[in-house]
T-cell receptor
Framework: NAGVMQNPRHLVRRRGQEARLRCSPM?????VYWYRQLPEEGLKFMVY????????ESGMPKERFSAEFPKEGPSILRIQQVVRGDSAAYFC???????????FGSGTRLTVV | GESVGLHLPTLSVQEGDNSIINCAYS??????FIWYKQESGKGPQFIID?????DKRQGQRVTVLLNKTVKHLSLQIAATQPGDSAVYFC???????????FGGGTRVLVKP
């Protein structure tokens, strides 16, 4: 079991470009979560998805950010028209069901220049 | 070493000593708690969890204590080793939802 796979590990984008972050959950896990982490800070919840459904997006900014978890393929976190303030580490986690601890991926470090 | 605000508090520990990391959680409805360890440049790694019907749980070299009366969680690491140097986060989950809320983290530095 390869664990939670995120790619790319590092992503550099110019202001105004789009960033696409991918996450493949652990085998058998149908719940996916995205978190954002600024340097020297904790992890902030963004969105919780199950296959083809957004369950909780209360942590997502209202504009430019979207997430999906299609029936086939990885979960995608998409940031349109990136700004410098979007620079952060973005972590994906998965769990087999509710009420269980998450397994995290290694994260994608987004740098906006 | 209680987690507070934006700047990570730091706990310096001599190798071989025991470490105690504290966390004050926010929601009295939370019923599931987890400690994670995060090393530099890596994702959080599960250490140990505890449900609200327990007040203590032990793992290998780690013990989690839960005091629901004062909404306090602690992680004890026995015989701290250099490999224990990392940032430690507590996280809470409410029964009504499936969203882990993380505390601010505590950095543990192990001195040889």
């Amino acid at each position: 079991n390869a664990g939670v796979m995120q790619n790319p590990r590092h992503l550099v984008r110019r202001r105004g470009q789009e960033a696409r972050l991918r996450c493949s959950p652990m085998k058998g896990h149908s719940h996916v979560y995205w978190y954002r982490q600024l340097p020297e800070e904790g992890l902030k919840f963004m969105v919780y998805l199950q296959k083809e459904n957004i369950i909780d997006e209360s942590g997502m900014p209202k504009e430019r950010f979207s997430a999906e978890f299609p029936k086939e393929g990885p979960s995608i976190l998409r940031i349109q028209q990136v700004v410098r303030g979007d620079s952060a580490a973005y972590f994906c986690a998965s769990s087999p069901r509710e009420g269980y601890g998450y397994t995290f991926g290694s994260g994608t470090r987004l740098t906006v220049v | 070493g209680e987690s507070v605000g934006l700047h990570l508090p730091t706990l310096s520990v001599q190798e071989g000593d025991n470490s105690i990391i504290n966390c004050a959680y926010s929601n009295s409805a939370s019923d599931y708690f987890i400690w994670y360890k995060q090393e530099s440049g890596k994702g959080p790694q599960f250490i140990i969890d505890i449900r609200s019907n327990m007040d203590k749980r032990q793992g290998q070299r780690v013990t989690v204590l839960l005091n629901k009366t004062v909404k306090h969680l602690s992680l004890q690491i026995a015989a701290t080793q250099p490999g224990d140097s990392a940032v430690y986060f507590c996280a809470e989950n409410m029964a009504a939802g499936n969203k882990l809320t993380f505390g601010g983290g505590t950095r543990v530095l192990v001195k040889p």
